[in-house]
C-alpha cells in the first residue's frame, strides 16, 4: 500500500549550462515539474543546478510540501542557460 512506502530523499541534478539554453532547459523545466509535483509530502528534495559552478537550491533537503514544491519550481523555471558545464562540481555536490 501506498503509506507502508517509507520516505525518499531525491537530489536532483541540474543542468542550467549554455549548452541546455532554449528547447533543451526547457524539456529539462517540464521534467522537473513532473517529478516535483508526483512526490508525496513525507519525501525530502533538493536541487543541484550547475553550469559553471555548482550550487543547492537548500542548504539541507527539505520536505515536499505544496509550498516547497512551488518554491522550488519557480526558481527553476525563471532560469536562463548560461554559463560552462562543469559536472564534477555538481555531483560533488549532490553527493555532500
Known amino acids: 500500500m501506498q503509506r507502508d512506502i517509507p520516505s525518499r530523499e531525491y537530489i536532483f541534478v541540474l543542468d542550467v549550462s549554455g549548452s541546455m539554453h532554449g528547447f533543451p532547459l526547457n524539456t529539462a523545466k517540464e521534467l522537473m515539474r513532473d517529478l516535483l509535483n508526483k512526490m508525496r509530502p513525507s519525501d525530502y528534495f533538493n536541487v543541484v543546478l550547475f553550469a559553471g559552478r555548482a550550487g543547492v537550491l537548500h542548504p ?25 558545464t562543469h559536472l564534477m562540481d555538481a555531483l560533488r555536490t549532490a553527493y555532500d
Not at 63 to 76: E, K, S
Not at 77 to 82: S, V
Open 60 to 84: 539541507q533537503s527539505m520536505p515536499a510540501t505544496a509550498a516547497n514544491v512551488q518554491q522550488a519550481l519557480q526558481t527553476i523555471l525563471n532560469i536562463h542557460g548560461g554559463g560552462g
